[in-house]
Nanobody, 123 residues
């Protein structure tokens, strides 16, 4: 019913920048929170940043001051601007919407994940 599609990953040198996008589509009534997680090889998936519908944000300590999350509510799209990238930022980045209300089930909140996009930062 609902799909999250990420784009914008790639290979960049340390100190460089990338911008990730995640567009949600389908039978969406509303989305409160949208966020980005990442998973490096051999490590657990971790929260990078999240933003709610009013614009309130949270960031992992490791990315504060370097990454900026934003969203376009009208387009159900969330962005992650990543600056001053470091090799330790290398991971698969996943988009998450944990509390989606669909048009067919107003009283229920669904959680959706994107397929992931690879970000590789070379030293």
């Amino acid at each position: 019913q609902v799909r999250l599609v990420e784009s914008g990953g790639g290979l960049v040198q340390a100190g460089g920048s990338l911008r990730l996008s995640c567009a949600a589509s389908g039978s969406i009534f509303s989305i409160n929170t949208m966020g980005w997680y990442r998973q490096a090889p051999g490590k657990q998936r971790e929260l990078v940043a999240r933003i709610n519908s009013t614009g309130s944000t949270n960031y992992a300590d490791s990315v504060k001051g370097r990454f900026t999350i934003s969203r376009d509510n009208a387009k159900n799209t969330v962005y992650l601007e990543m600056n001053s990238l470091k090799p330790e930022d290398t991971a698969v980045y996943y988009c998450n919407a944990p509390d989606v209300v669909t048009t067919s089930a107003i009283a229920i909140r669904f959680s959706y994940w994107g397929q992931g996009t690879q970000v590789t930062v070379s030293s």
